[in-house]
């Protein structure tokens, strides 16, 4: 398991736009990260079938909320930034398309107020862009394990689709 609690200390400590805590934050977000012979970092998320270019996660807005659209599809996300700090919350969205899916894996009894992060000082976007990635790994460390889907045999885990059943 990730260490999300150094990841969201490298983010409250950030002071700019930082490619180490990108990378850092992709890790945690389980993916694979590497160097291209061009010294050009490049991460694999899981499930993906293409390396992509490290995206500026700690610079660029854009780039933090689509992360967390991928890692976390369909959840609400809102930030902002003042003078004294960036802020962020996200949360599973029950009132959308998705909603049972979401009740069923993110029970709204434990997250229905979501996730949240106010980090200070208020000194640049890239305050807010810690802030949302804050929530995403705070929303991730908290993450219920899969259920467990009862079988004739007693209890087995959830098959990826197309595996075949155990023997």
């Known amino acids: 398991m990730p260490d999300f609690s150094a990841v969201r200390s490298q983010l409250e400590a950030l002071a700019g736009p930082d490619q180490a805590v990108d990378i850092a934050v992709l890790k945690a977000c389980g993916a694979r990260v590497y160097r291209r012979p061009e010294q050009m970092a490049v991460a694999r998320?899981?499930?993906?079938?293409?390396?992509?270019?490290?995206p500026n996660l700690t610079g660029s807005i854009t780039a933090a909320r689509e992360l967390i659209a991928q890692v976390l599809p369909d959840f609400w996300v809102t930030s902002g930034l003042c003078a004294l700090t960036g802020h962020a919350s996200i949360g599973p969205d029950?009132?959308?398309?998705?909603?049972?899916?979401?009740?069923?894996?993110?029970?709204?009894?434990?997250?229905?107020?979501?996730?949240?992060?106010?980090?200070?000082?208020?000194?640049?976007?890239?305050?807010?862009?810690?802030?949302?990635?804050?929530?995403?790994?705070?929303?991730?460390?908290?993450?219920?394990?899969?259920?467990?889907?009862?079988?004739?045999?007693?209890?087995?885990?959830?098959?990826?689709?197309?595996?075949?059943?155990?023997?």
């Open 45 to 54: 998320m899981p499930g993906a079938r293409f390396d992509m270019v490290v």
């Open 94 to 167: 029950y009132n959308g398309p998705a909603g049972a899916r979401l009740r069923a894996e993110w029970p709204e009894s434990d997250f229905h107020f979501g996730f949240h992060a106010d980090l200070a000082p208020g000194d640049g976007a890239h305050r807010e862009c810690a802030a949302l990635l804050t929530c995403l790994l705070t929303a991730l460390e908290r993450r219920p394990a899969p259920a467990l889907v009862a079988a004739p045999g007693g209890i087995e885990p959830p098959r990826l689709p197309g595996a075949s059943p155990a023997p």
